[in-house]
């Protein structure tokens, strides 16, 4: 990237946030500094949903498969989340085999997103799974290799070789705690873990792309912080992946000189695996919104949103990344198919202000992906 290039997007970045009409204009055209590749969702209380009955509808009104509404406004890849033993029987191995088959069979690529755990890992809690929850490091080193390699090998077999696979989510202070977790400053047993989750993925499939994820965009200082760390403990890996929630990680420069130095600093291809806006601050449940706050310059309304993801996408694009995800676009209200595993009748949905399907099911008109 040149000089101008990273000038102007900086430009952008604080133009936006210092004009509160631009969410009212049309998103600024890209830089053509990079192209990004990876336009991409993440769909993984889909199944559920189609499961319970809910129905998509295009901006015109028309039902049809939400994979080829949103193909049709420009994603080209799907992340699926996998939890090892969850209680609902949803988002597991099995259920992934299913699902990652009407993927392909769309065209569409696979990013399988690996949580080592029944249930949600995020930065503030990396569970182990219940089968290992006895486990050493050493033992904990065969487990991710050996299951990280029976799901890579059973796609592969189905003939849905994944595209890309993370080694854990949001692991910004490590995984499978506490054996994996990083305390006073050691990676050593962090780069034991991702080194198995790497080796078992390349003995799978060479081609197919390692992703360490974590939650880093907030501050280049956290993001040095870890994959320093991991780097330092001979890590390999083939792209960086962030998470980026502006009303939780800070404003567009925060993104850009997050992704721009993790290119930069590392070498590798960069990718926000996670982003979302909120279209409004009501609530279609009785389970509260994770996110309903705004950024400055943005209220809530489908405009902002689908102008917030355009946002996102120029910013990581001029920064020199590869790709931008939405997080759950297709979470809608429907009862059923709450947040918590273990009760997912009894919980509700915390995204359905953050989805890009209203409470009808049908689609906001402006949200694209654009390479």
Known sequence: MNARTRITAMG?????????????????????ANSLTMLGADVSSLQRSLDLGVKY????????????????????????????????????????????KEV???????LVDLHYSDTWADPGKQYKPAAWSSHTITQLQKDVYDYTYSVCTTLKAQGTTPD?????????????WNEGKVANNSFTNLGLLLKSGYNAVKACSPSTQVIIHTANSDSVDHLAWFYDGITAQGVKWDITGLSYYCFWHGN???????????????????????????????????????????????????????TMFQYVQNTVRNAGGVG??????????VKGNGWDPANMNGTGDGWDNMAVFDWTGRVNPGIRWTP
């Open 104 to 110: 392909k069979s769309r065209g569409m690529k696979l």
């Open 12 to 32: 952008i970045a604080a133009a936006l946030l210092a004009a509160p009409g631009a969410v009212l204009a049309a998103a600024p055209p890209a830089l053509a």
């Open 57 to 100: 509808y295009d901006a015109g009104g028309a039902q049809k498969n939400p994979l080829d509404i949103l193909k049709g406004a420009g994603m080209n890849y799907v992340r699926l989340r996998v939890w090892n033993n969850p209680a609902s029987g949803y988002n597991n191995a099995t259920k992934v085999y299913a699902y990652a």
């Open 164 to 176: 890309s696979i993370q080694i854990g989510n949001e692991i910004n202070v490590g995984m499978l």
């Open 252 to 306: 567009l420069n925060a993104l850009y000189s997050a992704v721009s130095t993790a290119r930069s600093r590392y070498g590798r291809p960069v990718a926000v695996v996670e982003t979302a806006y909120p279209f409004t601050t009501a609530n279609a449940d009785s389970q509260a919104n994770s996110g309903s706050g705004t950024c400055e310059g943005f209220d809530n309304s489908w405009n902002s949103q689908a």
């Open 324 to 333: 931008v995800f939405y997080w759950e676009p297709t979470w809608t209200a």
